[in-house]
């Protein structure tokens, strides 16, 4: 469902002051501090959420972290400002109506490269069609 993840960019740009991306840039050293932190939009799962009267679609997402930081303080406050910037925030996608969008979980971990600390917060997000009223 790319209008979700059109919103939650849109989003996430919005009200992050890292970079947001849905694949990173490449870079030719992979010791290139400089690109660090950023974000991306991760996997997402969508299931049918209809009734007799209403269609719409359950959704759970995942924002990924990346930093370089020594330890994990940067990633978990750049967690929080996912956070903040998502939790019961009602985003706008295109023919649909967000019912509700609240946050699940966030973890890291360190890559194995030693070097980079990785983020993952879940959403759950449940919208209802709107494109056939």
Do not use: C
């Amino acid at each position: 469902m790319m209008p979700v993840q059109a919103a939650v960019f849109d989003r996430l740009v919005d009200q992050v002051p890292f970079p947001v991306y849905d694949r990173p840039p490449q870079t030719e050293d992979a010791g290139d501090d400089e690109s660090f932190p950023y974000l991306t939009i991760g996997e997402d799962t969508f299931t049918p959420w209809d009734d007799d009267f209403t269609q719409g679609y359950e959704s759970e997402l995942n924002v990924h972290t990346w930093s370089r930081y020594r330890g994990r303080k940067e990633v978990k406050e750049i967690q929080q400002t996912i956070y903040d910037a998502l939790h019961r925030h009602s985003i706008s996608i295109a023919g649909y109506a967000t019912i509700n969008l609240h946050f699940e979980f966030a973890d890291s971990v360190r890559d194995p490269d030693g070097l980079t600390h990785h983020g993952v917060s879940r959403f759950r997000l449940l919208i209802e069609d709107q494109r056939n009223e």
